[in-house]
């Protein structure tokens, strides 16, 4: 079984900083692509930014120079550090990651955690 253990998240002030966190527990292999998605009430969930195990990163545009993404590749963990948050940040954020398991590659999810930017 493979579990996506989240951390952080909160009610910051527009302009604040929030950090989230991320492990790979469980029984595998080893762990490939990681990544933070979010979704905001009524709408789809996106992409926020993801990272390679030879730690190439990926953003989308509205993020891109505020958030960054790291992971630790010994603890199966990744992080996202959220800076000048903006109300339209706010959304549940999910971890993602690309785990395998018996040579087989599984997509796998945390269980979301809420970040609301508002004064």
């Known amino acids: 079984q493979v579990q996506l253990v989240e951390s952080g998240g909160g009610l910051v002030q527009p302009g604040g900083s929030l950090t989230l966190a991320c492990t790979v527990s469980?029984?595998?292999?080893?762990?490939?692509?990681m990544g933070w998605y979010r979704q905001a009430p009524g709408k789809q969930r996106e992409l926020v930014a993801s990272?390679?195990?030879?730690?190439?990163?990926n953003y989308t545009d509205s993020v891109k120079g505020r958030f960054t993404i790291s992971r630790n590749n010994v603890k199966n963990a990744v992080s996202l550090q959220m800076n000048r948050l903006q109300p339209e940040d706010t959304a549940v954020y999910y971890c993602?990651?690309?785990?395998?398991?018996?040579?087989?590659?599984?997509?796998?999810w945390g269980q979301g955690t809420q970040v609301t930017v508002s004064s």
């Open positions: 990272i390679s195990v030879i730690r190439e990163t």
């Open positions: 469980g029984k595998y292999d080893s762990v490939s692509n």
């Open positions: 993602n990651a690309h785990v395998w398991r018996f040579g087989v590659q599984g997509d796998y």
